[in-house]
């Protein structure tokens, strides 16, 4: 089947830095990449609709300046968090959409900001 | 913000016993879907089904669909205890067709 891959697995990092995360379709293209945050023990929340070629959709209450979404290619969309800070502390999942209906999941991305 | 709610929260049962998971949701579908997510890791897709399907099954799963209920549950049989892991339902909806999830379902299957 289809396979997503998330780069790094985890992170850790100072409170100030910038942190990029790498979401990569491995066999197929995504013309569409979704991002998701989940806090510990809650579902996924949707951030923002990565589009190759064009600006992210970010959700209500995503600050765009904060979470830099770039989906430079087919295969790959990137997620930046800026100046991160402990609050940023989730996991981040990101899935690229197949078809219509099917979407694959990569495995996350745990971020830890001290 | 999520599409609807599922319960029960949490669920712990025995290896071999039934475990059923229900899923409620809010504005009218195409289809509903199930995945599954073990502790840290991502999702993984369980199975989909239409809005025109009642019912559906794939191997030890039986996910039904209640429309005009808006609900849907989703049935393990015979679980294992590799079964243990979180349950999500979710539904596409908007025109960029993204996922909405419920709140979930943490399954606990004791050997």
């Known amino acids: 089947g289809a396979v997503v891959s998330q780069h790094p697995s985890r992170v850790i990092c100072k409170s100030g830095t910038s942190v990029k995360i790498e979401c990569r379709s491995l066999?197929?293209?995504?013309?569409?990449m979704f991002w998701y945050r989940q806090f510990p023990k809650q579902s996924l929340m949707l951030m923002a609709t990565?589009?190759?070629?064009?600006?992210?959709?970010?959700e209500q209450g995503v600050e765009k300046d904060k979470f830099l979404i770039n989906h430079a290619s087919l295969t790959l969309s990137t997620l930046t968090v800026t100046s991160a800070h402990p609050e940023d502390s989730s996991f981040y999942i990101c899935?690229?959409?197949?078809?219509?209906?099917?979407?694959?999941f990569g495995p996350g991305t745990r971020l830890l900001v001290l | 913000s999520q599409q609807g709610e599922e319960d029960p929260q949490a669920l712990s049962i025995q290896e071999g016993e039934n475990a059923t998971m229900n899923c409620s949701y809010k504005?009218?579908?195409?289809?509903l879907q199930w995945y599954r997510q073990n502790s840290g890791r991502g999702l993984v897709h369980l199975i989909l089904?239409?809005?025109?399907?009642r019912e559906k099954h794939s191997g030890r799963l039986r996910v039904t669909l209640d429309t005009s209920k808006k609900s849907s549950s989703l049935l393990i049989t015979a679980s294992r205890a590799a079964d243990t892991a979180s349950y999500f339902c979710?539904?596409?909806?908007?025109?960029?067709?993204?996922?909405?999830f419920g709140s979930g379902t943490q399954l606990t299957v004791l050997p």
């Open positions: 089904i239409r809005s025109n399907e």
């Open positions: 990565s589009n190759e070629g064009s600006k992210a959709t970010y």
């Open positions: 066999d197929f293209q995504a013309t569409t």
């Open positions: 979710a539904t596409l909806i908007g025109s960029a067709r993204q996922l909405t």
């Open positions: 504005t009218s579908i195409n289809n």
């Open positions: 899935s690229a959409r197949v078809s219509q209906e099917t979407q694959y």
